[in-house]
């Protein structure tokens, strides 16, 4: 047994030949808050029986809530609401090898959507770590869902420019040295806040902060409708992919922007693409729509 493990961390950490990762542990009061105007943010994270929210289904749900400032300091974490649900058909092998939950787990148990949407309604916004996931499935659960805006700690924070790469949260988490049990949902919910908590490397912003800044902005679809098929390899290399969802927009190759590239971006497609006299279709994202299967 060691007597002071901290004292033996920092003199590992001191050699520069080793990195130590502390396991993960939340504290419910997180900081002071001094007067200051708070909101509440929900973390989100739903394990499934597959990828598809249309033909699989969830078997745990939880959410987290937390207390945040406009400046993206996180405050507060309450109490998790935590579910979990029995699918029609029995799990499959693959997802408890992955979750480790067990069709015993989840007998007898349905979600109980009334609760759920109580407890939604709370939320100014909800965080997931890829919403492109977790927002559809909770979308079929409830409309509740629909209706909040949306932000995802794996695409909405600017990884790369912060000099960190990886995007699954367990290896984020490790940039910081921290490790915890994935894939069990409230386990991931609370990772996910801590994950906000973290000052970045060359911002020294908090995640948090970076987030809410990319969430609060609007991006920009545009469709290049009659782009001509010799020009697909030109259209896939600067990003555009082909859209085959017509409740989206038209079968037509698209691409997501920032405001700041919409004018050049238009004006590439009249001149190279489309042809002066054309006018590219584009549309509005917020996190309102954002990661939404009605928006993809």
Wanted: contains cysteine; negative net charge.
């Amino acid at each position: 047994m060691i007597d002071d493990p901290e004292s033996v961390v920092r003199e590992l950490e001191a050699s520069g030949k080793y990195r130590v990762l502390r396991r993960l542990d939340l504290p419910r009061q997180l900081a002071e808050n001094l007067g200051t105007p708070t909101k509440c943010g929900i973390f989100l994270d739903i394990e499934s029986t597959g990828l598809n929210p249309v033909l699989n289904e969830p078997i745990e749900f939880a959410m987290v809530p937390f207390e945040y400032t406009k400046d993206g300091r996180v405050v507060a974490v309450r109490e998790p609401l935590h579910q979990f649900n029995e699918p029609t058909e029995a799990i499959p092998s693959e997802i408890t090898a992955i979750t480790g939950l067990t069709d015993a787990h989840v007998a007898g148990h349905k979600l109980d959507v009334s609760a759920i949407e109580m407890f939604a309604a709370q939320a100014a916004i909800i965080i997931a770590h890829n919403a492109a996931f977790d927002r559809p499935f909770a979308e079929r659960i409830s409309p509740v869902f629909a209706a909040k805006p949306w932000a995802c700690t794996m695409c909405d924070v600017p990884w790369k420019e912060e000099g960190i790469d990886g995007r699954r949260l367990s290896d984020l988490l490790s940039r910081f040295s921290y490790f915890f049990d994935a894939h069990r949902a409230v386990d991931d919910c609370n990772a996910g806040i801590a994950l906000t908590t973290m000052t970045l490397p060359v911002s020294g912003r908090t995640v948090l902060d970076r987030l809410l800044e990319v969430a609060r902005q609007p991006t920009w679809r545009i469709f290049a409708e009659g782009a001509p098929f010799e020009t697909k390899e030109v259209l896939k290399q600067r990003g555009y992919r082909w859209n085959t969802d017509a409740a989206v927009g038209p079968r037509a190759w698209r691409i997501d922007l920032d405001e700041a590239r919409v004018e050049t971006e238009i004006a590439f497609l009249k001149t190279d693409i489309l042809g002066s006299r054309s006018i590219p279709s584009v549309s509005e994202i917020t996190a309102f729509q954002r990661y939404s299967a009605r928006n993809r």
